[in-house]
């Protein structure tokens, strides 16, 4: 189980808890813990279905918050 990020991509709240998760693996960069929530999903469901309610949601959050969030980055200009 992931500990709670303090980022979030602010999905909604009926969306897949894996996208939940997916999400907070994906911002704090931990691969292989993608990696297992892609495949365990993928066991359980169809590859449109993972798609659809697990992936989508997800890169669609990073993209739109990719416009908003703050820069961590110390090499930002």
Do not use: K, Y
Request: charged share 15%.
């Amino acid at each position: 189980m992931l500990a709670a990020s303090p980022q979030t991509l602010g999905l909604p709240p009926e969306v897949d808890p894996v996208a939940h998760q997916l999400g907070a693996a994906a911002l704090d960069l931990d691969g292989p813990a993608v990696r297992r929530l892609l495949a365990d999903h993928l066991a359980c469901t169809s590859v449109e279905a993972t798609w659809e309610n697990v992936l989508r949601p997800v890169l669609a959050a990073i993209g739109a918050g990719g416009r908003t969030w703050p820069t961590a980055s110390p090499w930002s200009t």
